[in-house]
């Protein structure tokens, strides 16, 4: 991965979340962040989602999500190339419409390739293989293929043994009960968490939401109303816990379901311990 490739393909709302950071004010394009190198009460950091950039007002400074991480862990663009490379989803979506971004997809099928196959028994849910698709695609001239999770906008989130990204629009994915209008809603915050609940609960009694992200948390705040009973499977690391805790700032009946699984990073990882 290039510094042009960076700019283009990962969003700089995971960037700022990858360090905990996490907008005071903020809407679908925009939002407020304090400082990345002060302290302060006044939050002075505007970060545009659609353009991929940040401007600090209070000392005249742009940042892109490199220099972000520059910035906060004071290294060289190289080292910063590596810590997106290693410690972020790649996440290819449309932060500068005005560019033509460098993918396609080439093909979406059933899962029918050994190396996927093998890779969804390791996860324990081979079962639930009608759930995900094949996807085949082309990013800046190379071929790849893993396990796709199709979200609400038309992307998919693209899962294999060696990469986790994002093809497509970031977005959520919303699925529906078989019973109509269910006033239950169950919350994961990736697929496999969602594709482990449906193996260990054959009949879908509720309707279930995955954030695919938890910086698509500001997307479905407004959808949650309707429901009296909100159970929380989300991860047990700080993005995690910060999500739980501001859906349950909000929903009085929201249920934080991550005692199942303590001591473990998510519900599929407690699923596949033995």
């Excluded at 304090?34 to 353009?51: G, H, N």
């Excluded at 862990?73 to 500068?96: G, H, M, P």
């Excluded at 497509?168 to 594709?195: M, R």
Aim: net charge negative.
């Amino acid at each position: 991965m290039n510094c042009e490739e960076a700019k283009q393909t990962i969003s700089i709302r995971v960037v700022l979340e990858s360090f905990n950071l996490f907008p005071i004010k903020d809407n679908q394009r925009t939002a407020f962040y304090f400082a990345l190198d002060r302290e302060e009460r006044t939050p002075s950091l505007s970060v545009d989602f659609i353009k991929n950039k940040a401007f600090d007002f209070g000392t005249g400074k742009s940042y892109d999500v490199i220099s972000i991480v520059q910035q906060i862990n004071q290294c060289s663009v190289a080292d910063a190339l590596k810590y997106l490379a290693t410690k972020l989803d790649f996440s290819i979506q449309n932060v500068q419409p005005q560019q033509n971004l460098e993918y396609e997809i080439l093909k979406v099928s059933e899962i029918r390739h050994f190396a996927l196959i093998q890779y969804l028994i390791t996860r324990r849910v081979y079962e639930q293989k009608d759930l995900v698709k094949e996807i085949h695609y082309e990013m800046y001239g190379k071929k790849y293929f893993g396990i796709g999770f199709i979200n609400d906008s038309g992307g998919f989130e693209v899962r294999n043994k060696f990469s986790k990204i994002c093809v497509g629009k970031k977005d959520v994915t919303w699925i529906k009960s078989e019973i109509n209008n269910s006033n239950e809603v169950a919350i994961f915050e990736g697929f496999f968490d969602y594709l482990t609940f449906r193996k260990m609960q054959k009949h879908q009694n509720s309707d279930y939401l995955i954030l695919n992200s938890t910086s698509m948390l500001f997307k479905i705040e407004n959808d949650l109303d309707k429901y009296h009973k909100i159970s929380l499977f989300l991860d047990n690391d700080k993005n995690g816990n910060f999500a739980k805790t501001k859906i349950q700032n909000v929903f009085m009946n929201a249920e934080d379901c991550s005692l199942i699984y303590e001591g473990y990073n998510d519900l599929n990882e407690w699923y596949c311990k033995d």
